[in-house]
């Protein structure tokens, strides 16, 4: 199994342009997330997907937007990037337990995005 | 605002000693994790500890929870070069739909000294 797999690894994007980050898990889980990681600023969670068919806003939802394609990819997107939007960005899953939710979640390796 | 504070930001020790990192919180929570992430590369979940558990062991790992301080602490005993990386608290607390959501800490930045 790859795990959670992310594309691309790197990007550099100018002010204002825009790009989707993908990413895709084998491991059959329902549920997936964005985060981003900012020096300082540990994880903030941006978008999540519970289960297929639903998305909902995290911490810092704004300026991006988000797709639950299937159960395997969760994409995110960046309409008009801007010099904020700096970071290194990972996606993750979990398998979704029903009530006795208590499930860790995998992330996958990162993609680290600079917008000049 | 973090739900999760680690303490120290940065802790360096010498190889085989032990190293102690903590977590404060400030809302309640179904369970609390630890995960580690080395250098350039993704998150690895290490240990969860439920709310209704006080110390879990796993290997060289003891965590500790005492849900009165909102407090969690990760003890690595016997450090390794290896260990080397940045520790993370996450607490879990239900979503909307249910299932959980992870808000991370800021974490801690092991150094092992060989």
């Known amino acids: 199994n790859a795990g959670v797999t992310q594309t691309p690894k790197f990007q550099v994007l100018k002010t204002g342009q825009s790009m989707t980050l993908q990413c895709a898990q084998d491991?059959?889980?329902?549920?997936m997330y964005w985060y981003r990681q900012d020096p300082g600023m540990g994880l903030r969670l941006i978008y999540y997907?519970?289960?297929?068919?639903?998305?909902d806003k995290g911490e810092v939802p704004n300026g991006y937007n988000v797709s639950r394609l299937n159960k395997r990819e969760f994409s995110l997107r960046l309409e008009s990037a801007a010099p904020s939007q700096t970071s290194v960005y990972f996606c993750?899953?979990?398998?979704?337990?029903?009530?006795?939710?208590?499930?860790?979640?995998?992330f996958g390796p990162g993609t680290r995005l600079l917008v000049l | 605002s973090q739900q999760g504070e680690e303490d120290p930001q940065a802790l360096s020790i010498q190889e085989g000693e032990n190293a102690t990192m903590n977590c404060s919180y400030k809302?309640?929570?179904?369970?609390l994790q630890w995960y580690r992430q080395n250098s350039g590369r993704g998150l690895v979940h290490l240990i969860l500890?439920?709310?209704?558990?006080r110390e879990k062991h796993s290997g060289r790992l003891r965590v500790t929870l005492d849900t009165s301080k909102k407090s969690s602490s990760l003890l690595i005993t016997a450090s390794r070069a290896a260990d080397t990386a940045s520790y993370f608290c996450?607490?879990?607390?239900?979503?909307?739909?249910?299932?959980?959501?992870?808000?991370f800490g800021t974490g801690t930045r092991l150094t092992i000294i060989p």
């Open positions: 993750a899953s979990s398998e979704y337990y029903g009530r006795t939710e208590e499930e860790t979640q995998y």
């Open positions: 491991m059959n889980h329902n549920s």
């Open positions: 997907s519970a289960s297929e068919g639903t998305t």
């Open positions: 809302t309640s929570i179904n369970n």
């Open positions: 500890i439920r709310s209704n558990e």
């Open positions: 996450a607490t879990a607390a239900l979503s909307n739909f249910g299932n959980e959501k992870l808000t």
